[in-house]
């Protein structure tokens, strides 16, 4: 049973860099595609990009000037950075895992973790 | 982007009732089609995939079906731990995007 766990500062200030990292246990991180998905408190969810183990990437075209994924397969891990913050990225911030054979089917989600911008 | 619009967005039922939710999608989404159910605090776990296949380990209680634009998800026979927020996703093109949610409240 692959588990799934966030990791990073809660709390960043406006015009800086979220920086979050998934660690992914119980299973390879190869041969899927590896999501973040975010959900401001109270509101629904919004797919951010996800990283394939090779390293190739794909985002939200909303928040692609913003965005980077990056992958470290020998630590099973991977990561996120959102540059530029505003409160309107407060949110909490999950990973996910895409199904085998597609890569918008999430089967496993990590706990989530919030992330507060604010001076 | 597709929009997905669920309907109600809220409801209240009791243990025991059959409990329809709607979803629409902006366009066609052929039948890629997923739900999740989401508890306050809690991650989403996915119910359903690709309109009607149940996750391994989601009771049979829980249906689905749909193609094209309009999809519903059923539960029949409502239990004290079916009381979420559910949600749909349409994982047929780039960005995936999700409905705004349907809680699901006790009457």
């Known amino acids: 049973q692959v588990q799934l766990q966030e990791s990073g500062p809660g709390l960043v200030k406006p015009s800086e860099t979220l920086s979050l990292t998934c660690s992914v246990s119980?299973?390879?991180?190869?041969?899927?595609?590896w999501s973040w998905v975010r959900q401001p408190p109270g509101k629904g969810l919004e797919w951010i990009g996800y990283?394939?183990?090779?390293?190739?990437?794909r985002y939200n075209p909303s928040l692609k000037s913003r965005v980077t994924m990056s992958v470290d397969t020998t630590k099973n891990q991977f990561s996120l950075n959102l540059n530029s913050v505003t409160a309107a990225d407060t949110a909490v911030y999950y990973c996910?895992?895409?199904?085998?054979?597609?890569?918008?089917?999430?089967?496993?989600w990590g706990l989530g973790t919030l992330v507060t911008v604010s001076s | 982007d597709i929009q997905m619009t669920q309907s109600p967005s809220s409801l209240s039922a009791s243990v025991g009732d059959r409990v329809t939710i709607t979803c629409r999608a902006s366009?066609?989404?052929?039948?890629?089609l997923n739900w999740y159910q989401q508890k306050p605090g809690k991650d989403p776990k996915v119910l359903i995939y690709?309109?009607?296949s149940l996750q391994s380990g989601v009771p049979s209680r829980f249906s689905a079906s749909g193609s094209g634009t309009d999809f519903t998800l059923t539960i029949s026979g409502l239990q004290p731990e079916d009381f979420a927020t559910y949600y749909c996703?349409?994982?047929?093109?780039?960005?995936?995007?999700f409905g705004q949610g349907t809680k699901v409240e006790i009457k």
């Open positions: 996910s895992r895409g199904k085998s054979g597609s890569m918008y089917n999430f089967d496993s």
């Open positions: 119980g299973g390879s991180i190869g041969a899927y595609y």
């Open positions: 990283i394939y183990y090779t390293g190739s990437t």
């Open positions: 366009q066609s989404i052929s039948t890629y």
């Open positions: 690709t309109t009607s």
């Open positions: 996703q349409q994982s047929y093109t780039t960005p995936p995007t």
